[in-house]
């Protein structure tokens, strides 16, 4: 039996706002989005360049207040990431916690919008230990 990875789906209540994260500080990019009247949703699909093979697709249900839980079973996306330091300055500049810091020059972890934990992987070898990372304490949960 032959299988094919076709994508991941998470629930996003401000829809705009997540897909401007996934572009702004993973560069992800939007292949395509479906509107769908009838059923009131949006799915939007983002990837990075080279690998439109691989996306994240994005639901958003128009006017749903549910609360979406995330469970235990679930544990995270991970993307790997040219300069892991400079990533995470760009997204602590933006207000977004870095709920555990590159202490090692190598992984991080932060959250979506909905709370989509993301790890942040260094492609390659890790960086050298580097301040203000090595010294900064995990925040929240990741």
């Given amino acids: 039996m032959k299988t094919k990875y076709l994508h991941t789906m ?3 209540h401000d829809l705009e ?11 992800l990019e939007e292949t395509r989005r479906y509107d769908n009247e009838a059923g009131k949703f949006t799915l939007v ?7 439109h093979d691989a996306p994240i697709e994005l639901t958003h249900n128009w006017g ?3 609360e979406y839980s995330h469970g235990r079973a ?20 933006a ?4 709920n555990r810091p590159p202490r ?13 934990s ?16 090595a010294s900064m304490e995990n925040t929240g949960s990741w």
């Fill in 45 to 51: 699909f983002l990837a990075p360049p080279d690998q």
């Fill in 118 to 133: 993301i790890e942040l992987l260094q492609i390659g070898d890790p960086l050298p230990v580097a301040e203000p990372w």
């Fill in 64 to 66: 749903s207040d549910e």
């Fill in 10 to 12: 998470i629930r996003v």
């Fill in 104 to 116: 090692d020059g190598r992984m991080a972890f932060v959250k979506t919008p909905d709370g989509i």
């Fill in 74 to 93: 679930f544990g995270h996306l991970a993307y790997g990431v040219e300069d892991i330091y400079a990533c995470c300055q760009k997204m602590m500049d």
């Fill in 95 to 98: 207000g977004i916690t870095i």
């Fill in 17 to 27: 706002k997540t897909v401007n994260f996934f572009r702004e500080f993973l560069g």
